[in-house]
């Protein structure tokens, strides 16, 4: 921890700006005050500010250094500013409406921790953008976060196999119960996938190892949303994967090994998705989502404010105070009306379709040029985060998740992703590393 947070502070500003930025992006996926905060504890204290010495640092590197490329291009032979996409401008309406809708909330006070929250992936969002300029970089995340996700269900394995240690049910993870931290997980699926996918040496079998490790860690979190999204967007990696035989034969194995991971205890909760009517989860969902949509028919513009609506469910008819959504979408709609809603859904639809255009631009060129390595890495960096965003898709229509950091930076890539292979593969065909 000291010395990857001391070289991403000091490297940001003497040597790499976009270096503190993707350490940043590495903690908020990993949160490693969570996982060690016992251990860090003696050394640095409890509230050390990890992230905030990168942010800090990434910021002012950032803008350094896009004020010495404007002065002095001639400096940095090679690189091309990417321009700003649909993705990027989509992103900022949707920051403007929650901005507009906090200010215009009924309690402010209420929602200060969420706004917060959304301020710090506001601003990294676009500060990593400033400095993210070339394919190497986007890889460059992409492995760090995947080894964030897979870390994460390491320490959930090693805890349940040798301390008999359901952690993700026993006690939350960065502030989430086991929906969300198993969510957390299963957005790393499709990264492994893809990044076993497309490195091209033996390195790359250690991936599937990684798939095994957060498959069994959501298994154990009795969490069906995650279970659920993993198995509704599997098939995508038979579309998108070029090594199509392979994921095949792991479609087989997963149909052997997962019902031999799962204890009878977990493949009766899994099936219990079947009887809604009877599970009162399910029912609680079901009246906390018609109060929303109750609430955004009231307030269709900016709702009640950021994070303000369970301040008054209660009264609507839940059953208890102070009850959230459980759903990103219905939340997004009562918190910040019908338009914050679509402002977030139109912020999505922009990284899918960056993603994919990303995916169809550097999938002709490795037609016509299949040892380009740069677009090898942006071919299997935009299938990898379009696949995470589509997981994060389906499981944030039963938890509330507006400010959970991981989407937000898996749309990021997608988003510059597309800015970059434009700039670096003027005509449909050249190589995308010849610019």
Not at 345 to 362: E, K, V
């Amino acid at each position: 921890m000291v010395l990857m947070t001391g070289l991403g502070v000091a490297g940001g500003l003497v040597y790499a700006p976009f270096l503190p930025a993707a350490i940043y992006h590495f903690y908020a996926v990993l949160r490693p005050q969570y996982i060690w905060g016992n251990d860090l504890e003696p050394i640095v204290g409890q509230d050390f500010p990890w992230s905030l010495a990168l942010a800090l640092s990434a910021i002012v590197s950032a803008i350094v250094w896009r004020v010495s490329f404007w002065i002095a291009p001639h400096r940095y032979p090679g690189i091309i500013l990417p321009k700003l996409n649909v993705g990027h401008f989509l992103f900022g309406f949707f920051a403007l409406w929650i901005t507009a809708s906090y200010i215009n909330g009924e309690q402010p006070a209420a929602a200060e921790r969420f706004i917060e929250d959304y301020r710090k992936i506001f601003l990294m969002f676009y500060i990593t953008c400033l400095v993210m300029v070339t394919i190497r970089q986007v890889g460059l995340l992409y492995i760090l976060i995947t080894i964030g996700f897979v870390f994460i269900a390491f320490e959930d394995n090693q805890l349940y196999f040798f301390h008999g240690r359901y952690n993700f049910r026993d006690r939350t993870f960065a502030g989430l119960d086991n929906n969300g931290a198993a969510l957390l997980l299963a957005m790393g699926v499709p990264l492994c996938v893809y990044a076993w996918d497309g490195i091209r040496h033996w390195i790359r079998w250690a991936f599937p190892i990684g798939i095994l490790l957060i498959v069994h860690a959501v298994l154990i979190s009795m969490s069906r949303g995650a279970m659920l999204a993993l198995m509704l967007t599997s098939p995508l990696y038979l579309l998108r994967c070029r090594n199509k035989k392979m994921i095949i034969a792991g479609y087989l194995a997963a149909a052997i090994v997962v019902p031999i991971l799962a204890s009878d205890q977990i493949t009766a909760r899994f099936s219990t998705i079947k009887e809604s009517e009877k599970d009162a989860s399910a029912q609680n969902r079901f009246t906390t989502w018609n109060i929303a949509w109750n609430m955004a028919n009231e307030r269709p513009f900016f709702g009640y404010g950021v994070r303000t609506s369970s301040q008054y469910t209660h009264k609507y008819g839940a059953d208890e105070e102070g009850r959230v959504i459980h759903s990103t979408y219905l939340q997004l709609a009562a918190d910040s009306g019908l338009v914050g809603l679509a402002a977030y859904l139109m912020f999505l639809s922009g990284a899918f379709y960056c993603g994919a255009r990303a995916c169809n631009r550097t999938n002709r060129t490795l037609k016509e040029s299949p040892e380009d390595r740069n677009a090898h890495i942006a071919y299997s960096a935009s299938c990898g985060a379009e696949g995470s965003l589509a997981v994060f898709v389906v499981g944030a229509a039963f938890l509330s998740l507006e400010t959970f950091e991981p989407p937000y930076i898996v749309a990021m890539m997608a988003i510059q992703l597309w800015s970059i292979v434009q700039v670096q593969s003027r005509k449909v065909g050249e190589p995308i590393g010849s610019a």
